[in-house]
């Protein structure tokens, strides 16, 4: 309840609500066996160590890799593309060297490219979108040089909820030499991703937008391509042995996992795998898709709208404004009416300017979503419109 209403929680690209059995697995380490990994002999170190490598395995399974050492724990997505975008950067870029990246990015796969093009003097170039949200697939042939290091791409857009053909997209740059980074972040808890049929190098997701709690994430990498990359950030577990003088590195996935780790974090995202499990993502999907076309449907009834990202592949993730009012103050009204939606720029300001706007609000679904929520939806908004025009 919100404000004394039943809360309708249309937020869910910016962040899930938890499942039962997430909160249970967190509670349950904290209870039971909490103990700091890979460190102790003792009882409780070994079985805190045992369901966290075992959660690794769960993660592993559930996005195909070959190895469980090609799945690294991070904060989440913007962790898993600095991580890369730092190493790769300082070991591959050098001057004229370009890096790949497109119009529709949440600010964390543009920010960390940026900086690190900035400090090696290498450029930043920008595969286009058009006026539907869709990137201009032939123009990323020719954005594809020889002086092209890394193509770093969103698999879904967090605000157009643009599905890119990202199969199509890799086998293009590996044709020309070319390794990819995909933001898996709104993609892996709305559809089945297999990161071997993909073929991408590094795929980077966020637990807290799946189901599982703030604070975890992960990197996957392929094997050869996280043993060419040097550490990230220097620590305790990441060494093999450490003197004055001289360090060695611990094999994968230590290298890159400095320090204690969210093993709550860990454990509470196993658990939201295995809720998505238990339903299947393939009847996810389905329903998500139901949703957003009623959702599109009733949305018929609203004159004077402008969508922005109406791709024929989309997720359920509806971004719009109505006439001249500012997204904003909608936004405001309609959380006092009970409806959580989003407003403003969602971290993707190169977009707002493209269509030259401030915001937009945004509408975004998960499973837990239902057509009376839509309906109840519906009638604020369109009491809100009343209000404001
Ligand atoms: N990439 C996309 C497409 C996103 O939607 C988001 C978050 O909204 C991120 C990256 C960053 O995720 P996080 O804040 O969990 O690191």
Same mark, same amino acid.
């Given at each position: 309840?919100?404000?004394?209403?039943?809360?309708?929680?249309?937020?869910?690209?910016?962040?899930?609500?938890?499942?039962?059995?997430?909160?249970?697995?967190? !509670?349950?380490?904290?209870?039971?066996?909490?103990?700091? @990994?890979?460190? =102790?002999?003792?009882?409780?170190?070994?079985?805190?160590?045992?369901?966290?490598?075992?959660?690794? /395995?769960?993660?592993?399974?559930?996005? #195909?890799?070959?190895?469980?050492?090609?799945?690294?724990?991070?904060?989440?997505?913007?962790?898993?593309?600095?991580?890369?975008?730092?190493?790769?950067?300082?070991?591959?870029?050098?001057?004229?060297?370009?890096?790949?990246?497109?119009?529709?990015?949440?600010? &964390? #796969?543009?920010?960390?490219? /940026?900086?690190?093009?900035?400090?090696?003097?290498?450029?930043?170039?920008? @595969?286009?979108?058009?006026?539907?949200?869709?990137?201009?697939?032939?123009?990323?042939?020719?954005?594809?040089?020889?002086?092209?290091?890394?193509?770093?791409?969103?698999?879904?857009?967090?605000? *157009?909820?643009?599905?890119?053909?990202?199969?199509?997209?890799?086998?293009? &740059?590996?044709?020309?030499?070319?390794?990819?980074?995909?933001?898996?972040?709104?993609?892996? !808890?709305?559809? /089945?991703?297999?990161?071997?049929?993909?073929?991408?190098?590094?795929?980077?997701?966020?637990?807290?937008?799946?189901?599982?709690?703030?604070?975890?994430?992960?990197?996957?990498?392929?094997?050869?391509?996280?043993?060419?990359?040097?550490?990230?950030?220097?620590?305790?577990?990441?060494? =093999?042995?450490?003197?004055?003088?001289?360090?060695?590195?611990?094999?994968?996935?230590?290298?890159?996992?400095?320090?204690?780790?969210?093993?709550?974090?860990?454990?509470? *995202?196993?658990? &939201?795998?295995?809720?998505?499990?238990?339903?299947?993502?393939?009847?996810?999907?389905?329903?998500?898709?139901?949703?957003?076309?009623?959702?599109?449907?009733?949305?018929?009834?609203?004159?004077?709208?402008?969508?922005?990202?109406?791709?024929?592949?989309?997720?359920?993730?509806? !971004?719009?404004?109505?006439?001249?009012?500012?997204?904003?103050?909608?936004?405001?009204?309609?959380?006092?009416?009970?409806?959580?939606?989003?407003?403003?720029?969602?971290?993707?300001?190169?977009?707002?300017?493209?269509?030259?706007?401030? =915001?937009?609000?945004?509408?975004?679904?998960?499973?837990? #979503?239902?057509? &009376?929520?839509?309906?109840?939806?519906?009638?604020?908004?369109?009491?809100?419109?009343?209000?404001?025009?």
């Amino acid at each position: 309840m919100v404000y004394k209403r039943p809360l309708v929680y249309f937020d869910n690209a910016a962040t899930t609500q938890k499942p039962q059995i997430v909160i249970d697995a967190i !509670s349950e380490y904290y209870e039971n066996y909490n103990s700091n @990994i890979h460190r =102790g002999v003792h009882y409780l170190s070994q079985q805190a160590t045992d369901q966290f490598e075992q959660a690794r /395995k769960t993660i592993q399974h559930y996005i #195909n890799a070959k190895h469980s050492h090609e799945i690294i724990f991070t904060k989440g997505t913007t962790e898993s593309i600095n991580l890369v975008a730092q190493t790769f950067g300082m070991s591959f870029l050098n001057p004229g060297d370009e890096v790949l990246i497109s119009e529709m990015e949440h600010h &964390a #796969n543009i920010v960390p490219w /940026k900086m690190i093009c900035d400090l090696k003097r290498a450029t930043l170039k920008v @595969i286009p979108m058009n006026e539907v949200g869709e990137l201009e697939f032939d123009q990323i042939e020719r954005l594809i040089t020889s002086k092209t290091k890394i193509l770093a791409i969103t698999h879904t857009s967090n605000v *157009l909820g643009t599905i890119n053909p990202i199969k199509k997209i890799i086998q293009i &740059a590996h044709s020309k030499g070319v390794p990819v980074l995909v933001d898996g972040a709104q993609a892996v !808890s709305h559809s /089945k991703v297999d990161v071997q049929e993909l073929d991408a190098d590094f795929y980077a997701f966020s637990g807290h937008k799946m189901y599982a709690p703030m604070g975890i994430g992960v990197l996957y990498g392929k094997e050869e391509w996280l043993n060419k990359l040097p550490p990230y950030q220097g620590g305790g577990e990441m060494i =093999g042995k450490v003197t004055f003088e001289e360090i060695t590195y611990n094999e994968l996935p230590f290298k890159f996992e400095a320090g204690t780790p969210n093993v709550e974090g860990v454990l509470g *995202l196993e658990k &939201a795998i295995q809720y998505i499990q238990s339903i299947g993502i393939e009847k996810i999907a389905n329903y998500e898709q139901g949703l957003l076309n009623y959702l599109m449907d009733r949305m018929k009834e609203i004159p004077n709208i402008h969508y922005y990202g109406l791709s024929k592949e989309k997720v359920a993730v509806l !971004s719009f404004n109505v006439g001249d009012i500012h997204p904003y103050d909608l936004g405001v009204i309609l959380d006092q009416m009970g409806i959580a939606v989003r407003t403003g720029h969602h971290c993707a300001q190169p977009i707002m300017d493209k269509f030259n706007i401030p =915001g937009t609000i945004r509408v975004s679904l998960a499973l837990y #979503n239902t057509k &009376a929520e839509i309906d109840l939806f519906m009638d604020a908004l369109k009491k809100a419109i009343t209000m404001l025009e």
